[in-house]
């Protein structure tokens, strides 16, 4: 996939290197996958993925590069991204999050989603929040 390295480097820049090199491949190139990328100054500053099965979607990930945080890149992403999903039939997103991520829950609450139940220890060392937002 091009641009596959780039994209690695901003989900270790983002996230610690939650996923390994090999899964975030493998998810990448799933058929189910959606990826949208927000490209500045000639390189990937944002990107978010999530998975269509039928009529339901999930959101995996969504990153910025610490430098191009609070521009507003992650909110039209997510935009784009439900875009794209609701064109491959998705009714529904549904996603879990850190109880802790604060600028996440933000993001998404502002992006329409509510949050719908909690999973405990869900993380090795956190609870996790599930959210949901309807898409049609
Ligand atoms: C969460 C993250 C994607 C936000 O990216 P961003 O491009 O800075 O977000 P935006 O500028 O589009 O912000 C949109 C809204 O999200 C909320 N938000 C974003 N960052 C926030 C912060 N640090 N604190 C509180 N709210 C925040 C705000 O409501 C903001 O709207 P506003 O600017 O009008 O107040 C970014 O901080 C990030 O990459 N974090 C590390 C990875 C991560 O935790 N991803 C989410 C879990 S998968």
Redesign the pocket.
Known sequence: MENFEELYTLETE??GGSWTREMLRSELENPLTVLVCECLDERIA?FAFGRVVVDEAE????????E???????????ERLHGEMRNRGAAVCF?E??SC????I??Y???GYERISMRRNYYPDDDAVVMRKFLV
Do not use: D
């Open positions: 983002c996230f944002a959101l995996f990930q969504i990153g910025t590069l610490p191009y945080r609070g521009r507003g890149l992650a909110k039209s992403l997510l996603l999050v850190r991520n604060n600028a996440a933000a993001l609450e502002k992006s």
